[in-house]
């Protein structure tokens, strides 16, 4: 949707009479929103999505729509042992110990819970086989069969659309009207038609989007990502943090993101990480490795960046490329033209653009053991025929935003939380604490998710200790 997006904030009432009220407005209609609209429906509470697109996709459907989660029942199901204090573990580890505890611990223990959530409204869960992603202990990606975001998303929408929540498209959020005590009373909004309307709401969550988008917060707040290919959502521009500085929120982990060292260039495309985990490796045209590629894709962006012009290729064999054949975005890729065979080193060294023998020395290390340079722990060597992919980094999401604690409630600089306001997903910090290094696959989705389910939650039990205020009046969608 076109238009300015900065937000403001107003204080007192819209200038409207009969204001709609609503017991829970949310803002983005995205995989965040979306699980939090189901278990709020499931406990019998209104509530409206607001969404700037014409249809709900945001990060979510750019992604692999790959859910960690620990103690679902589809994962005891397969009989993966596996709990929340491992799954914390795994986070904590990737991380160093500077991610929130008490978001680790929350996310953790909620995302076999949300994951059963989503199952009771149809949706079909299977745990992704065959290898781990970077810094996982046990497998627990929970995956749709289709095995892609945009199908993640449809089946999410579905799934609300089959509810009494009302989802309003080409909706941008323009303004929060608040009391002398910080309390949102309503939100104002343009619809497509270009007037303002206003809905009175008893809670507020923000479930919208990140700051990847926005190339003055970029460059302000990441500044190493500040020139790299953004494969984000545009829809991540910033409004929830602007917003949450306009209301004297706090905030956390700007410097946490989600970048990719697999892009493919200059297709645009997402290669899997799992044709790294599977075997393949990483090389530059110095014909050259240049990083343990398994420590993780979000890191291996600033890596690939700091290469020659920026460019690296992706190189296996036909091992994996039967593996990376099974995910959609590889065979987008390959009808691309991103894929190239290679009967020999030779041939792959002329793809590259790189020296012969260096690429012959990089390859023969390439073999069962640890590797001396830097560490790689290889089962398998690597044989002809080779394939490649040229690849750059790129960012996708950011992993910092308002502070809030463990029920999602956002806080103000001094710890206290805002009466009625609520943060999941990309607006509010994640749980890869501060810098690109941080970030388990999959903690995007994960915040999403159980941040989702946790908001729903909060605000379930804060509404039952009031009457809900029920407003039958018809709502535009």
């Given amino acids: 949707m076109s238009g300015p997006t900065t937000p403001v904030v107003r204080q007192g009432m819209p200038p409207v009479d009969d204001l709609p009220q609503i017991s829970v407005v949310i803002v983005g209609a995205g995989a965040c929103g979306l699980t939090a609209a189901l278990v709020l429906q499931d406990a019998g509470i209104d509530c409206v999505l607001l969404e700037r697109d014409a249809i709900p996709s945001g990060s979510t459907a750019l992604s692999s729509g790959f859910i960690p989660a620990a103690g679902s029942a589809v994962q005891r199901a397969v009989g993966i042992d596996d709990s929340a204090k491992q799954f914390a573990a795994d986070i904590m ?74 989802v309003m498209t080409k909706t941008l959020v323009r303004e929060l009207w608040v009391d002398a005590s910080g309390n949102v009373q309503a939100v104002g909004c343009v619809r497509p038609d270009g007037a303002m309307e206003y809905l ?13 988008g926005n190339a003055g917060l970029r460059t302000e707040l990441l500044p190493e990502m500040a ?3 953004y494969g984000g959502h545009e829809g991540n521009d910033g409004s929830a943090l602007l917003l949450g500085r306009a209301l004297g929120a706090a905030t956390a982990d700007l410097g946490g993101y989600q970048g990719h060292g697999s892009w493919a260039s200059p297709h645009g495309v997402l290669i899997s990480w799992a044709v790294i ?54 065979q987008e890729a390959e009808a691309a033209g991103a894929l190239r065979a290679c009967a020999d080193i030779d041939a792959l060294a002329s793809v590259i653009g790189c020296d012969v023998t260096a690429l012959r020395e990089t390859l023969n290390g390439v073999a069962p053991g640890v590797n001396a340079t830097d560490g790689r722990r290889f089962t398998r060597s690597l044989v002809a025929p080779y394939y490649a992919i040229r690849v750059t980094g790129a960012l996708f999401h950011t992993q910092g935003g308002l502070d809030i604690d463990a029920a999602c409630r ?16 990309g607006a509010a910090r994640g749980v890869s604490g501060n810098a690109v290094w941080g970030y388990l696959s999959g903690n ?19 509404l039952a200790a009031i009457p809900a205020i029920m407003n039958t009046q018809e709502i535009s969608s």
């Fill in 277 to 330: 985990m599977d075997g393949g490796v990483q090389i530059n045209r110095e014909g050259q490795r240049f990083h343990d590629e398994t420590h993780g894709y979000s890191e291996a962006a600033v890596h690939v960046l700091a290469q020659t012009d920026g460019i690296a290729w992706n190189v296996f064999d036909a091992q994996t490329l039967a593996l990376a054949r099974t995910f959609p975005d590889f």
């Fill in 200 to 212: 009175g709401c008893d809670m507020l969550l923000l479930a919208c989007n990140g700051f990847g």
């Fill in 410 to 425: 956002v806080l103000r600089p001094d710890g206290s939380p805002m009466p009625n306001l609520l943060a999941a997903g």
């Fill in 93 to 166: 580890a990737k991380t160093q110990g500077t991610a929130a505890a008490h978001l680790v611990q929350a996310y953790s223990e909620a995302s076999g819970p949300a994951m059963d959530a989503l199952a009771r409204h149809g949706l079909t869960f299977d745990i992704l086989d065959g290898f781990l992603y970077p810094g996982h202990s046990v497998r627990r990606m929970h995956s749709l069969p289709e095995r892609t975001g945009a199908a993640l998303m449809a089946a999410l929408e579905r799934a609300v659309q089959a509810t009494d929540a009302h």
């Fill in 444 to 462: 995007g989705l994960l915040s999403a998710v159980a941040g989702g389910y946790i908001a729903a939650n909060t605000v379930i039990g804060s």
């Fill in 227 to 229: 020139h790299a290919v």
